[in-house]
T-cell receptor, first 113, second 108 residues
Framework: IAGITQAPTSQILAAGRRMTLRCTQD?????MYWYRQDLGLGLRLIHY???????GKGEVPDGYSVSRANTDDFPLTLASAVPSQTSVYFC????????????FGPGTRLTVL | GQSLEQPSEVTAVEGAIVQINCTYQ??????LSWYQQHDGGAPTFLSY????GLEETGRFSSFLSRSDSYGYLLLQELQMKDSASYFC?????????FGQGTELSVKP
């Protein structure tokens, strides 16, 4: 079934640890995105990639890094996690040809203690 | 800067019509989208307005007035399953900037 998968589903992490959230899509979409969702703050864009090999910063990029080595994968790395990074993280993709609809993964619930 | 304003909560009864408004202030604008999210799950796309006017998709319609920086989502014949959070989002280039969401509660 075509779509986006994210791993892990949830994670509890000690502050200071490094963590990579995985995101894979099989729709051959050019563009991919990472959002965080906190209660009362909606979805905020962390980083995005318009095509493989390129990335860009969103609204809240500090403390996060991404890479886009190929079309399908777009991992998000927290180099040294802090409690304020406790959130639900959603990965999304879109066909940059139309770009009007983003498809979201199921999310990763991350708790940093 | 950029901001989107939408009501935090709306309550309506089954079978009724409800309108969720969204006003925006952004430095660049390419269109207004609406997404639905159930219980913290994956947001799903509902509609997109790139030009002024009304777009209709079944029970859901979305409206945009670019001169007023305003749009709304209209849900007709409300069903219990429509209870969810609804987000407006401004398209800026290839990126989306989301509002904080409106939680819709549909009562019997």
């Amino acid at each position: 079934i075509a779509g986006i998968t994210q791993a892990p589903t949830s994670q509890i992490l000690a502050a200071g640890r490094r963590m990579t959230l995985r995101c894979t899509q099989d729709m051959r979409h050019n563009a991919m995105y990472w959002y965080r969702q906190d209660l009362g703050l909606g979805l905020r864009l962390i980083h995005y990639s318009n095509t493989a090999g390129t990335t860009g910063k969103g609204e809240v990029p500090d403390g996060y890094s991404v890479s886009r080595a190929n079309t399908d994968d777009f991992p998000l790395t927290l180099a040294s996690a802090v409690p304020s990074q406790t959130s639900v993280y959603f990965c999304a993709s879109s066909d940059s040809g139309t770009g009007n609809e983003q498809f979201f993964g199921p999310g990763t619930r991350l708790t940093v203690l | 800067g950029q901001s989107l304003e939408q009501p935090s909560e709306v309550t309506a009864v089954e079978g009724a019509i409800v309108q969720i408004n969204c006003t925006y202030q952004t430095s660049g604008f390419y269109g207004l989208s609406w997404y639905q999210q159930h219980d913290g799950g994956a947001p799903t796309f509902l509609s997109y307005n790139g030009l002024d006017g009304l777009e209709e998709t079944g029970r859901f319609s979305s409206f945009l007035s670019r001169s007023d920086s305003y749009g709304y989502l209209l849900l007709q014949e409300l069903q219990m399953k429509d209870s969810a959070s609804y987000f407006c989002a401004v398209k800026q280039g290839g990126k989306l900037i989301f509002g904080q969401g409106t939680e819709l509660s549909v009562k019997p």
